[in-house]
Structure formats: structure tokens, C-alpha cells
């Protein structure tokens, strides 16, 4: 049987230069009853071990290096013992949030994953961010885009070290030539499709 896939939404505050916003935050498991992935650890680990529940974990992986999504990082490393995956193009916001630790393994295009029999596979998306990445978990069905591709379109891109362009390129190359059926599960708000973003991309 393949995994199965759960959120929990853990509320907290995305700083941007110098301003505090308040967010919610999608975290994604990915396993069955005995181990599970987490995708992003934003805000606090505490409401993530929750919905963990004493499971194996088996990765940590962050779909890019905004402070909302791995602030619990290393709090969840220690409670788990499960190492960090984290591309190293996002270093420079990693150190801003974590200037005393250090990701365990780059997270890079291929990387692939397995969890409760099924594989998820790490697909490159800059544009958000220079090392926003993407997990494609194909037996599912679905893609975990993080702050890539939301409901209505791309992530945002006002921030530093982002570019529209790029994101839209990332997309059209990466995303939107997955089945149009792909659910398409995110890093705040709820989930879309593959096929009801394709017009949204410009």
C-alpha cells in the first residue's frame, strides 16, 4: 500500500525585512504508521511531533530557506534524530535563522526519498528562492511545492534573492509538465491541480 499523506498547519510569523506577518504554514507527512517525512518545520516543533506521533522519521526535508518554513528545523532534528535535507543554494537564509547549526545533506535535483514503500523525488524550482525545490511523489499522485506554485498561481517574489521570470520558467518546465491530475499540495492555503494552474502561469 502506498504512503499515505497528512498536513497540520502551524500558525507563526514570517519576518521580511525588519516586518513581522503573521502565517500559516502547511507541513506535510508522508509515511503510514510506522514511519513518515516531513516535509518544511516551520514556527514550532512542537505541534509537528503531534501529528508525528511517535513515528520513525525517516527525513526532514525543507522546500526552501524562508524563516516560516525552518525555524523547528533543528528543534525536530533533536527530538527525532532524523537528519536535515536542504538545498545548499538557500544557504544564506539558513545562516540567518540557524547561524549555530548546520543541515545535514544537500538537497539537489534527483534527490530521492523513500518512505512506507513509496518514493518521492526532489525536482530543482529556483525562483522563490535560488534553492526552492519541489518533491514529486509520482505513486501519489502528487507534488509538494512549498512556496513554488500555490492556488492562483506562483509564489511570490518580492522578496530578496527572488526572481519572477525564473520562477515562471521553473514552473513551465518543472511543474507544469507533470499529469495535469497532480495534486498539487502547498506551503500555505490549500491544494490545486496541476491542470487548473496551467492558465495562471504568466
Do not use: K
Amino acid at each position: 500500500m502506498p504512503a499515505r499523506v497528512d498536513r497540520t498547519v502551524v500558525p507563526g510569523v514570517f519576518s521580511l525585512d525588519g516586518q513581522d506577518f503573521d502565517v500559516e504554514n502547511n507541513v506535510w507527512l508522508v509515511g503510514d504508521d510506522s514511519e513518515v517525512l516531513v516535509v518544511d518545520a516551520p514556527h514550532d516543533a512542537v505541534p509537528i511531533l503531534e501529528a508525528i506521533g511517535g513515528r520513525r522519521v525517516t527525513a526532514i526535508v525543507l522546500t526552501h530557506g524562508h524563516n516560516d518554513h525552518i525555524t523547528a528545523a533543528v528543534a525536530l532534528r533533536e527530538a527525532t534524530g532524523a537528519d536535515i535535507w536542504f538545498n545548499p543554494e538557500d544557504r544564506m537564509l539558513w545562516d540567518v535563522v540557524h547561524a549555530d547549526a548546520a543541515p545535514d545533506h544537500d538537497l539537489v535535483e534527483g534527490t530521492s526519498f523513500t518512505v512506507a514503500g513509496t518514493t518521492l523525488t526532489a525536482l530543482h524550482t529556483p525562483g522563490h528562492s535560488p534553492g526552492s525545490t519541489c518533491l514529486h511523489a509520482a505513486e501519489l499522485g502528487t507534488v509538494f511545492t512549498g512556496d513554488t506554485l500555490f492556488c492562483g498561481g506562483p509564489g511570490a517574489t518580492g522578496r530578496s534573492f527572488s526572481d519572477h521570470p525564473t520562477i515562471v520558467a521553473s514552473i513551465r518546465a518543472r511543474l507544469l509538465t507533470l499529469p495535469g491530475d497532480t495534486v498539487v499540495r502547498t506551503g500555505h492555503g490549500e491544494d490545486t491541480t496541476v491542470s487548473a494552474e496551467t492558465e495562471n502561469i504568466h
